[in-house]
C-alpha cells in the first residue's frame, strides 16, 4: 500500500505528523510518499496544486490529508475540491459518535450516526457565471451522481443499523425531487429501511434526537453544514474524522480546516487526524490495528490527556506520543 | 391598519386562532381580514393561492400567518413563496432569545441573536431545469438583493450591539463573493462592526457560542437552515417567530410549518404564533402592547401553563386563554 501524506498548512502540519507517529507505531507495510500542497506552495510556486502532484496521488492507493488555507486569490480553486473531482471520490463519510467520557454542547452520549455526503455534484459544480450585478451558481443534480451515492449510504446503512435517512429541500428545489426519487429507489431495491427530512428540519432535529439517527445522506452542502454543526454534539471540531471514498482511490482528513487562528502553538487536537488515520486502516482492511487506534484514544481520553479545546492542557504532540505508546 | 388573517393548514388553525384571541384582547382599531388559503383550498378549488387571494392580500397594510402543508403535486409552486416573492417581502427576520425559565438543548440561556435571512432569491430563484437524468437549479445572489437585506441587517444591528456577522460560503460559490463583498461595503458605509463566517464554521460555532452573535446576516437558504436549526436552543421550533418584511408589506409566522402529525390534537405550542403577532404589534408601532404581550407569554410559563414539547400538559387553546387574560 502506497499512501500519499499531505499536511498542508496550517494546523494540518501539526496533526498529520502525529498521525503518521501513530501509524508508524503499528509497523505496517505501508509506503508513504510525502506531498507538499497548498497554500505554502502557492507563496513559493504560484500554485497550490499541479498535474504532477496529481499524478503523484494517482500512483498511491489513498492520501492521508491534514487541511489547507484558502489563499486570498479570487480564482483560486480549491485544493481539496480538486482532489475530490479528479480521484472520483464522491462519497464523504462521516460518522458523529462520542467518544467515551466527552460530552458535546447538548450533552448527550447516546447517539452514533453517520452522514454520507455526496462529494462531486450539487452546489459544488464550480458552474458559476460571474457578472458585475448578479452572480449565478448551478446546482447540479444527476441521476448516476445519486445513485452511487444511495449505494454507499446504503452498503454502511447494511452493516449498521440498516436505517437510511434521506436529507433534501425538495419542497423548493425542484433538483432534489430528483435526488429524494433515486435514493428512496436504491433504497427500496436494497431492502434498507428508509425515510426522509427536509434539510431545516433536519437541522433541528439532529440537534434535539440525534439518537434517532443511523445512516443520513444528503447533497454536497447540506452535508457540509450538518457535519460541521454535529461537530457540536461530540464537543469540538478537533474529534471528528471523515474519509473520501471513490471506486478506485479514497482520502482520510480531519473534518476541522488549517486553523491560522491556533496555528504553530502546538495545541491543536490531534484527534480528528488520527481518526481518520484509523479510517484509512479500516478501508485497508487492518480491522485489529484500527480497533487499536481508537481503544489508545479513548485512554489519552479516561486519563486526561487532551488539549486546551477538551479542557486539558497537552500539548498536540504529548497527545500523540500517548497514544501512539499505547498502540 | 388591515391585517389578513390566514390560518392556513394542520395546526396553523389551531395557533392562528389563539394569537387572534390576544390580539383581540388589546382592543386596537385593527381590521381583520379572514382569508383562506392552502392545502384545503388546493383540495377544494385545485389551486392553493390565485390572482384575488393576492389582490386581497395586497389590499392589507400585513398579513398574520400560520402553516400550509405542501400538496404532493410536482407542478406545486409554495404559497409561502409566492406571497413573499409577489408582495417583495425581502427581509425574513428571525429572533433567537431564550424565554425566561426554558431552556434549549444546550442549556445555555445567555443568547439573543437575529438571524435576517434574505428572503426573495439565492436558491429560491425557482429556475431550475429538470431532465430525467440530470436536474439543475440556479442559484441567483445580485448586487441589489444583497444591498437591501444587508440595510435591514444593518439598521436592526444598529437598535442593537451593532455587530453583524455574515454567513457565506464564498470559499466554494463565487455567487457569495458578491453577497460578502456588497454586505461589506454597506456594513462599513453604515458603521456597524462586521466579521464574517462560513456557513459551515457558523453551524458549529452557534451551537456551541450563540452568546457571540448578535445580527448575522445570510442568504435564503443559509438562512433557512441556521434558523430552524437555532430553535434547538431556545428549546422548541413552537417558540421561533418571525417577521417577513418589505418596502410596502409585511407578514409575520411562526417558523414552524404545519406539523400535520400533531394537528388536531389541541397540543400545539401556540407562542410562536402569539410572539409572531407581538413582532407585527411592533411593527405596526404598538411597542406598548407588544412588550404586555411578551410579558403575557413569559407569565404563563413561570406559571407552568405550557404546551406538551415544553414538557407541560395544557392544551393550545389553554395555553391561548392565560396569555390573553393576562394581556
Ligand atoms: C474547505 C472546504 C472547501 C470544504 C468543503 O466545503 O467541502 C470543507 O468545509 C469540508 O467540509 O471538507
Ligand atoms: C415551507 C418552506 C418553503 C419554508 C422555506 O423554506 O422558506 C420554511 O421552511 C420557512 O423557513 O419558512
Chains 1, 2 share one sequence.
Do not use: Q
Amino acid at each position: 500500500m502506497r499512501v500519499a501524506i499531505v499536511e498542508g498548512d496550517g494546523i494540518g502540519k501539526e496533526v498529520i505528523p502525529v498521525a503518521v507517529e501513530v501509524l508508524d507505531a503499528l509497523d505496517l507495510p505501508i509506503e508513504k510518499v510525502p506531498l507538499e500542497l497548498g497554500y505554502g506552495k502557492w507563496e513559493k510556486c504560484g500554485v497550490a496544486i499541479d498535474e504532477n502532484d496529481l499524478e503523484i496521488l494517482k500512483s498511491c492507493d489513498c492520501v492521508l490529508f491534514g487541511a489547507i488555507t484558502t489563499p486570498p486569490d479570487p480564482n483560486y480553486k480549491s485544493v481539496l475540491l480538486t482532489i475530490r473531482k479528479e480521484l472520483d471520490m464522491y462519497a464523504n463519510i462521516r460518522p458523529i459518535k462520542p467518544l467515551p467520557g466527552l460530552i458535546g454542547v447538548t450533552g448527550k452520549n447516546d447517539f452514533d450516526f453517520v452522514i454520507v455526503r455526496e462529494n462531486t455534484e450539487g452546489m459544488y459544480s464550480s458552474i458559476e457565471e460571474i457578472h458585475d450585478d448578479v452572480a449565478y451558481t448551478k446546482r447540479v443534480v444527476s441521476r448516476k451522481g445519486s445513485e452511487r451515492i444511495a449505494r454507499s449510504a446504503c452498503k454502511l446503512a447494511k452493516e449498521r443499523k440498516n436505517e437510511l435517512t434521506i436529507v433534501h429541500k425538495s419542497n423548493v428545489l425542484k433538483s432534489d425531487t430528483l435526488f429524494l426519487g433515486v435514493c428512496r429507489e436504491v433504497a427500496a431495491s436494497e431492502g434498507v429501511e428508509y425515510g426522509d427530512m427536509l434539510v431545516d428540519a433536519m437541522a433541528y432535529s439532529l440537534m434535539s434526537y440525534p439518537e434517532m439517527y443511523d445512516v443520513v445522506v444528503t447533497t454536497n452542502l447540506f452535508g457540509d453544514i450538518l457535519s460541521d454543526m454535529s461537530a457540536a454534539l461530540v464537543g469540538s471540531l478537533g474529534l471528528v474524522p471523515s474519509a473520501n471514498i471513490g471506486d478506485k482511490y479514497a482520502f482520510f482528513e480531519p473534518v476541522h480546516g488549517s486553523a491560522p487562528d491556533i496555528a504553530g502553538k502546538g495545541i491543536a487536537n490531534p484527534i480528528a487526524a488520527i481518526l481518520s488515520m484509523k479510517m484509512m486502516l479500516e478501508w485497508m482492511g487492518y480491522e485489529r490495528e484500527a480497533v487499536l487506534v481508537e481503544s489508545a484514544v479513548e485512554f489519552s481520553i479516561r486519563e486526561n490527556l487532551t488539549t486546551p479545546d477538551l479542557g486539558g492542557s497537552s500539548s498536540t504532540s504529548d497527545v500523540g506520543k500517548v497514544i501512539a505508546d499505547h498502540v
